[in-house]
């Protein structure tokens, strides 16, 4: 019996055979009850594969030593010595790719400020997650007023991210970088973001590094990316 | 309906291969320089290599998958913030947004009309709405996290709910307990074919003689556990 459900369910059966088995099943409960086993099989072994292959694949990366990063750096560095004209197509793509997904990943959604008494920088936030950035914009650019340290001054950045209008984002951000009062700053990896948008990948390649230098927000990424492309 | 394509079939031939200095098809070509080029540089394999270095199957088959894994890893933490569910959760819906993957790679349902990038997002994200769901319907532990939807894709959506039915009824604790007394070979063969590995591949790695040899090995322990299963109930 177990024959002709798993030829039905890999596909094997004829146009006639399948249609059969199909009129079958809607009326023989003991071919249903197989079916369902079968099923059933297989969804137990699907899920006790997905809890082993889990558990290695989490184990694998979290008992992964800091050294193995570096060894792997200086693999790379010397490999791209030894045959260093097989890497003359651009990289950069990969780099492009990290920082769209991202943008689209991280920074479509801004956390609303519960706490907050500011019900227009709600406002503008709500209309930024709703991706209607034209609208949020002369909100966040009103209450930042140029202030780099200002919330909204981040926000107004994203938006002209969002937008597509680079020069306006890289000027708010580096803004925003060169602020000594902010706590966490995000400019220069912003500022990065939005020059790999613009396909200016030398600069976003300068600025990630002293991302990871400087140890500022955006390190973790900056890291994974960079270890990426090389 | 799930329409099952032999990945051989739509290797075509490529260039001289660089290293080996012979034409080779494209996924071999593939695969010797990407695994060069991972092992010396530690570089990222491209989708495309991923994809045909999980049909190829056979020994790489593992290598890539883990490659797979590796990519998209970022996406957990997105995950998790952005559908507001616990890490953990994200993790192991990651896990099996990449399985699910690896299976339709492998079956032909993932066709490459989409990037992969894209098909993975899609069926994470998709992954990351079930957690909720299920956390709100309770439905948790009886199928944890594996989808129904997905294995009754190919039966008409009339008789999908009634079998659905029918396999909350079975009781999986007792399924879970004798595939784990049935036998090494069974459950090698059998966790293969969960994973969607052919009977072709599972001839290969048991050196049976045809694809049927492996199907009718595969059924007989299905069989056997059904025996099982009755004799407890």
Redesign the interface.
Same mark, same amino acid.
């Given at each position: 019996m177990y024959e002709t459900i798993d030829d039905y369910f890999e596909g094997r059966l004829s146009a006639t055979e399948h249609e059969a088995f199909e009129r079958k099943l809607a009326q023989d409960k003991a071919l249903a009850d197989e079916v369902a086993f079968y099923l059933s099989t297989k969804a137990a072994l699907k899920e006790a594969n997905l809890q082993k292959r889990h558990a290695e694949w989490t184990r694998q990366r979290s008992a992964q030593p800091l050294r193995w990063q570096w060894a792997s750096g200086i693999a790379a560095a010397i490999g791209l010595l030894v045959v260093a004209w097989y890497f003359m197509t651009p990289s950069n793509l990969t780099l492009q790719e990290y920082a769209e997904v991202y943008i689209e990943e991280d920074l479509t959604r801004l956390n609303t400020h519960m706490d907050t008494a500011n019900d227009s920088l709600q406002t503008g936030i709500d209309y930024y997650n709703h991706q209607k950035y034209q609208e949020a914009l002369p909100i966040f650019n009103r209450l930042a007023a140029g202030n780099p340290s200002a919330k909204a001054y981040e926000y107004e950045g994203l938006a002209q991210l969002q937008l597509k209008n680079y020069d306006a984002a890289i000027a708010i951000f580096e803004q925003m970088a060169a602020d000594s009062e902010l706590l966490e700053n995000r400019g220069k990896f912003y500022a990065a973001l939005a020059y790999l948008k613009k396909g200016d990948t030398d600069t976003a390649q300068r600025l990630l590094k002293e991302v990871i230098a400087q140890n500022l927000a955006g390190k973790a990424p900056a890291e994974q990316w960079l270890n990426t492309i090389k | 309906?799930?329409?099952?394509q032999d990945s051989a079939k739509r290797v075509k031939k490529g260039p001289v291969n660089l290293f080996l200095g012979k034409k080779y098809p494209y996924f071999l070509l593939d695969f010797h320089s990407t695994l060069l080029?991972v092992t010396?540089?530690?570089?990222?394999p491209s989708d495309q290599d991923i994809v045909a270095g999980i049909r190829t199957g056979g020994s790489q088959r593992r290598y890539f998958e883990?490659k797979l894994? #590796?990519k998209y890893?970022?996406?957990i933490r997105?995950g998790s913030?952005?559908h507001k569910i616990e890490e953990e959760d994200a @993790?192991?819906a990651y @896990? #099996?947004t990449?399985?699910t993957t690896i299976e339709h790679i492998t079956t032909g349902r993932f066709e490459g009309r989409s990037e992969l990038?894209t098909y993975i997002h899609q069926i994470f994200s998709n992954k990351c709405v079930d957690v909720i769901r299920k956390r709100t319907t309770n439905t948790m532990q009886a199928?944890?996290?594996?989808s129904?939807d997905d294995?009754?894709i190919?039966?008409?959506d009339?008789?999908q709910t009634?079998?659905a039915n029918?396999?909350r009824?079975?009781d999986?604790q007792r399924?879970?307990q004798l595939?784990a007394r049935i036998g090494e070979r069974c459950q090698e063969i059998?966790?293969l074919? @969960?994973?969607g590995f052919s009977d072709r591949e599972i001839a290969l790695q048991y050196n049976y003689n045809t694809d049927g040899v492996a199907?009718t090995t595969?059924?007989r322990c299905?069989?056997k556990?059904?025996v099982m299963?009755k004799a407890s109930q």
């Open positions: - | 309906m799930i329409i099952f080029l010396i540089f530690g570089t990222q883990n894994y #590796d890893r970022y996406l997105s913030r952005n @993790s192991m @896990s #099996d990449i399985l990038k199928f944890q996290r594996v129904l294995l009754l190919p039966v008409p009339l008789q009634a079998l029918l396999i009824q079975q999986h399924i879970r595939l059998l966790t074919w @969960s994973e199907q595969r059924l299905l069989e556990l059904r299963y």
